[in-house]
């Protein structure tokens, strides 16, 4: 079964600290994988998107790496700040698929 | 920039009234999706379109029904509420392109009675 799990769930750091949230999949055979962050009672925005080629990308204090070998994603935040407190979900599409697969989610708290 | 709008954000029904609910995009995307958020179940996909005139079923596709008579619209249909479907809905729409990122609306909050 195709599926992304995210570990841990909740995640709490004072501000300043850099971080990693992670993300695995159980099929290498994959189009893209897409970061997104969700902030309480709101949509989701997309942070980064992947593509099975590439290794990572980068956006400011956020990186996102990807290994398919391995089936994980890392989304990497430097210096982190308290507005950088939401859910940040992966989600997978996997070849072969019209729908993203998601993860549960990363519930992230930024202590200032 | 619009991008994808849904319409309503928040709605009340009791068991065994009908809605829908509207998405509206306006970046010409072929592809619209309606995924509902659950706690505890994350995201999953109910239909999906590929192009005007087209729908397809997702993951959990009972209880809805679907339109897409426009390119720029996807509707989201509840015959007959009932409290298993209070949920968050999620709409999103992307190009065709595999390797093309999909765009969420800021969702639809449905509490049935």
């Known amino acids: 079964k195709q599926e992304v799990t995210q570990i841990p769930a909740a995640l709490s750091v004072p501000e300043g600290e850099n971080l990693v949230l992670n993300c695995s999949f159980t099929d290498s055979a994959i189009y893209n994988l897409q970061w997104f962050r969700q902030d309480p009672g709101k949509g989701l925005t997309s942070l980064l998107l992947?593509?099975?080629?590439?290794r990572e990308q980068t956006s400011g204090r956020l990186n996102a790496s990807l290994d398919k070998s391995s089936g994980r994603s890392t989304l990497y935040i430097a210096a982190s700040q308290p507005g950088d407190s939401a859910t940040y979900l992966c989600?997978?599409?996997?070849?072969?698929?019209?729908?993203?697969?998601f993860g549960q989610g990363t519930r992230l708290t930024i202590n200032p | 920039n619009a991008g994808v709008t849904q319409t309503p954000k928040f709605r009340v029904l009791k068991t065994g009234q009908s809605m829908t609910l509207l998405c509206a995009q306006d970046m010409n995307h072929e592809y619209m999706y309606w995924y509902r958020q659950d706690p505890g179940m994350g995201l999953r996909l109910i239909h999906y379109?590929?192009?005007?005139?087209?729908?397809a079923k997702g993951e959990v596709p009972d209880g809805y029904n679907v339109s897409r008579l426009k390119k720029q619209n996807f509707l989201l249909g509840l015959e007959s509420a009932a409290p298993s479907q209070t949920s968050v809905y999620f709409c999103?729409?992307?190009?065709?392109?595999?390797?093309?990122?999909?765009?969420f609306g800021d969702g639809t909050r449905l509490s049935i009675l």
């Open positions: 379109s590929v192009g005007e005139g087209t729908t």
């Open positions: 992947i593509q099975s080629s590439q």
């Open positions: 989600a997978v599409r996997y070849q072969g698929a019209q729908k993203l697969v």
């Open positions: 999103a729409s992307s190009y065709s392109i595999p390797d093309q990122p999909q765009h």
